[in-house]
């Protein structure tokens, strides 16, 4: 992670004020993949990819907004937030966060805004929440005002519903706000009750980049969120009580699963058994039945590549070259699909040797060398003061 001395004395250089500093990670999810917003389960963890976020007041009425990576600095006024609409630019995050802060009834005050991360853009890895979440708690500082997390998350969630456009569920923002070193959470995106499941000492987080690029905004995602919902209305028609897929089982899918389209049915069935998945997950990591996690980590991602259809070939490949590598548990594509990033979890002493097998395999079969990380389950947002 950058030096967070250097960063606040870049701000300090740059806007002339000492600033106060945030960080907010990123995550990778272990399993329950487009369950978040068919109000199902999730077993995501926080990991120690991060944006950081420097911000002091100004006294000029203007919003500064410098990101450090794509070293580029735009200056808004701060009473236009309100009427402002998204611009596919980089700053649609921060300014999506400060839009849905002043609809709360917050009078946004003018300040500067540096930005630096380091979570890998279009990975799968919540890069995007994790720049709202540590805008969010940066400006709510400047604003003297706090929020519950959970309620923190749904802020950043609706700033990428409302402002960004794109409809993501509650997973990535909640567990951006709400991580803990060392343990994934099982979140019920019913009612953002969760529980912590250590991770054990002797587990690594092994991140594989297929290095194709994956988007939450438009496209196939939104197209499965749709084919989703659809299947939920059929069942919905026959059984009133199901309000999103969560309530519905298996059995609903045999009984009307004919009244679907194709796609429909196979997305349904794929949410559906997501979900009994994810919680026999937590009762498996809980239990330290590292057969069953693997099992089920291979189940999902089957899942996922056939009847969710959101996997690609070289995601498809790098589950399988992982499967015969000393020391594997499991492994499966994670986040929203389409590209992105396979999540392994392999034995701590086998870690290394793992990662670079894999990554000599893969570049052997595709002639693209795979960013591999191995990477730890860290605390959620925080102030670095
Ligand atoms: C993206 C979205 C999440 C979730 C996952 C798929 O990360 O932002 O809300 O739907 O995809 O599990």
């Known amino acids: 992670m950058h030096d967070v001395s250097i960063f606040r004395f870049k701000h300090k250089q740059r806007f002339g004020a000492e600033p106060a500093v945030f960080v907010a990670p990123g995550r990778v999810n272990l399993i329950g993949e487009h369950t978040d917003y068919a109000e199902g389960f999730v077993m995501p963890a926080a990991i120690d990819f991060a944006t950081l976020a420097a911000i002091s007041p100004r006294s000029d009425g203007k919003i500064a907004l ?169 069942i919905a028609s026959h059984r009133p009580g199901v309000q999103f897929l969560r309530d519905a089982t298996v059995d609903d899918l045999e009984r009307w699963g004919n009244e679907m389209s194709a796609e429909s049915l196979k997305r349904a069935h794929h949410v559906i058994t997501e979900n009994l998945r994810t919680v026999s997950f937590a009762k498996a990591l809980e239990k330290g039945d590292m057969n069953e996690v693997g099992r089920l980590m291979a189940e999902a991602h089957t899942s996922y590549s056939q009847d969710f259809e959101a996997s690609c070939v070289e995601a498809d490949a790098m589950v399988e070259l992982a499967q015969d590598l000393p020391g594997l548990i499991g492994a499966r594509l994670t986040g929203g699909g389409f590209g992105g990033c396979t999540i392994n979890l392999v034995e701590q002493s086998q870690a290394t040797t793992f990662a670079q097998a894999l990554g000599s395999l893969y570049a052997g079969q595709f002639g693209i060398v795979p960013q591999i990380h191995i990477c730890h389950a860290s605390d959620g947002a925080r102030a670095l003061n």
């Open 66 to 234: 410098y990101s450090e990576n794509y070293g580029e600095e735009r200056h808004f006024d701060a009473s236009a937030v309100p009427t402002m609409k998204a611009s596919k630019h980089w700053t649609d995050y921060p300014l999506g966060v400060v839009s849905i802060l002043a609809g709360e009834g917050h009078a946004i005050p003018a300040f500067s805004l540096s930005l630096w991360g380091d979570v890998p853009l279009g990975s799968g890895l919540s890069s995007s929440a994790a720049l709202e979440v540590a805008t969010a708690l940066a400006v709510l500082s400047v604003l003297n005002a706090t929020y519950p997390r959970p309620q923190l998350a749904r802020l950043c969630q609706r700033a990428e519903n409302e402002f960004v456009g794109s409809s993501c569920g509650i997973m990535d923002q909640f567990i951006s706000a709400n991580g803990s070193k060392d343990h994934a959470m099982l979140l019920d995106c019913r009612d953002l009750s969760f529980r912590l499941a250590p991770i054990p000492p002797d587990i690594a987080l092994v991140i594989a980049n297929t290095m194709v690029k994956h988007s939450v905004t438009g496209g196939d995602y939104t197209t499965r969120r749709a084919e989703v919902e659809a299947a939920c209305a059929v």
